[in-house]
């Protein structure tokens, strides 16, 4: 078993903060990116609580997130050297600095393991505007999801790429040391695993085609293979 992972953006015990140095262009990847981030001048280092509710382990800043130090230390006992953690500074509103440490989190193993045809939640749709407009895509939710367990091999935390990409997961493992340490307010979706090697073209066949056919480009930097494979 698997879990897809969101941060409580509706919570309305989470603290809310504003970044006291946001830089002019700011990273802006919610929960994680799912690759390394080389750019820190898009990432802020220091913000101001607008409200006075408590901290949390896990809640939502300005485009980006914030994790404590015990979630820090879960990932890395899991993962160790593998995903990132950004330091910040946080003042609570009255400018007093909180003792406390935290992060900003970035997960840096991207991959697929969604099988699209076992997933009652997803469904085809297409992009309506921008570069990628008419490009062919899975869409839905995060719940109801069947996963490739030998496409998650020994993986523990990991964002999803082009299949419902940007979502984040957990393996059973991390998911239940997060809860036996109580780290809250987290909202997990179960995710079932089965025995099924992940086919990516055959799963995405249109949204391949397109990206062959419109972003050859982006395709030759991505996935290579692919141009072998038409």
């Known amino acids: 078993m698997a879990w897809a992972v969101q941060m409580e953006y509706g919570a309305p015990r989470r603290p809310d903060f504003k970044w006291d140095d946001r830089p002019e262009t700011l990273a802006l990847f919610g929960f994680s ?4 981030v080389d750019d820190l001048s898009m990432l ?3 913000a101001t609580q607008k409200d006075k509710k408590k901290l949390c382990d ?3 800043m300005p485009g980006l997130n914030a994790v404590s130090a015990k ?12 995903h990132q953690f950004f330091p910040i500074s946080l ?25 699209p045809d076992q997933s009652k939640s997803l469904h085809w749709s297409e992009k309506k505007a921008g570069e990628w407009k008419g490009m062919p895509f899975l ?25 419902l990409g940007g979502h984040v997961f957990f393996s059973d ?15 997990y979706d179960k995710a079932e695993e089965v025995d099924r090697d992940l086919d990516l073209i055959q799963q995405i066949r249109p ?8 972003q050859r480009h982006w395709v030759e930097q991505n996935f290579p293979e692919w141009l072998h494979a038409e």
């Not at 490739?148 to 299949?163: C, E, F, M, Y």
């Open 33 to 36: 990116h799912g690759r390394v």
């Open 44 to 46: 802020p280092t220091r």
């Open 58 to 60: 896990v809640f939502p």
């Open 71 to 82: 979630f820090k230390s879960i990932v890395e006992e899991f993962e160790p050297d593998t």
């Open 91 to 115: 003042n609570a509103k009255d400018g007093t600095p909180y003792e406390e440490e935290y992060f900003i989190f970035n997960a840096c193993q991207r991959f697929d393991a969604i099988l």
């Open 139 to 163: 869409n839905g939710t995060a719940s109801d999801l069947v996963l490739s367990r030998p496409a998650i091999g020994d993986h523990h935390l990991w964002v999803s790429r082009l299949i």
């Open 173 to 187: 493992p991390l998911k239940a040391r997060m809860e036996k340490e109580k780290v809250r307010y987290v909202l």
């Open 207 to 214: 949204t391949k085609d397109w990206l062959v056919g419109n």
